[in-house]
C-alpha cells in the first residue's frame, strides 16, 4: 500500500520567510496529492492539491510542486505570516476512487514575528 | 448546511467500558471516514465506507467496528475501551475523489 514520508516535523521560520515541506510517497499509482492545515484545536482543512498531470500549482502565497519521476511533491509558503503557524499534513490517493488518502505524519509550522 | 458534525466531542470512559461515536454529514457524500489523531503520527486511518451499508479496514481497525447503515451517518464503536484508545477521534466525508470535509473530533480519554 501506499506510504507517506513527511519533512520536517517541526519548522521554525521568520516572518516574512519562505517555508518549504516535502514528501514522498510510494506508490507509482498515486496521482493526487492534497495538502491540509490544521490549527491547533481545529479540523484539518485543504489548503491546495494537485494531481498528476500538472507540474505546480499556486494559489496566492501558497504553491505546490510534483516531481512524478522521483515520487515527490512539495508545499512552498511565501511571505509567512502569523497566521500560518499551524500543522501541515501532505497526503496521496490512488485516485482510484476506492483508495482513501494516506496522510503524512504532518509538521508543525511556527512563524515568529 | 452543518457539514460534518461528531457526537460527542468529549467523552471520559473507564477500561472495559463500551461507547459509540456518531457522525453525520449533509452533503450527500458517498464517502465517510473515521480517522484518530495522536501526537506525532498524524491521521491514521481507522475504518472507511465507500456506500451505505459498506465498511472498510484502514490503517489501525483493530478494537473498533463501524456501521453505514444510513448514507448520512457513519458510527465508530469501541466495544472495551483500552488506554491505548485515548486520542482525538476524526470523522470526515468525501465524493469519491477530492477533498475530504472533517468534523471538529472527538477528544475520547480512557482511564
Known amino acids: 500500500g501506499e506510504n507517506v514520508e513527511q519533512h520536517p516535523s517541526t519548522l521554525s521560520v521568520q516572518e516574512g520567510d519562505s517555508a518549504v515541506i516535502k514528501c514522498t510517497y510510494s506508490d507509482s499509482a498515486s496521482n493526487y496529492f492534497p495538502w491540509y492545515k490544521q490549527e491547533l484545536g481545529k479540523r484539518p482543512q485543504l489548503i491546495i492539491d494537485i494531481r498528476s498531470n500538472v507540474g505546480e500549482k499556486k494559489d496566492q502565497r501558497i504553491a505546490v510542486t510534483l516531481n512524478k519521476t522521483a515520487k515527490h511533491f512539495s508545499l512552498h509558503i511565501t511571505e509567512t505570516q502569523p497566521e500560518d503557524s499551524a500543522v501541515y499534513f501532505c497526503a496521496a490517493d490512488a485516485y482510484s476512487g476506492n483508495t482513501p488518502l494516506v496522510f503524512g505524519k504532518g509538521t508543525r509550522l511556527s512563524v515568529i514575528a | ?111
Open chain 2, 1 to 111: 448546511n452543518a457539514g460534518v458534525t461528531q457526537t460527542p466531542k468529549f467523552r471520559v470512559l473507564k477500561t472495559g467500558q463500551s461507547m459509540t461515536l456518531l457522525c453525520a454529514q449533509d452533503m450527500n457524500h458517498e464517502y465517510m471516514y473515521w480517522y484518530r489523531q495522536d501526537p506525532g503520527m498524524g491521521l491514521r486511518l481507522i475504518h472507511y465506507s465507500v456506500g451505505e451499508g459498506t465498511t472498510a479496514k484502514g490503517e489501525v481497525p483493530d478494537g473498533y467496528n463501524v456501521s453505514r447503515l444510513k448514507k448520512q451517518n457513519f458510527l465508530l464503536g469501541l466495544e472495551s475501551a483500552a488506554p491505548s484508545q485515548t486520542s482525538v477521534y476524526f470523522c470526515a466525508s468525501s465524493l469519491p475523489v477530492g477533498e475530504l470535509f472533517f468534523g471538529e473530533g472527538s477528544r475520547l480519554t480512557v482511564l
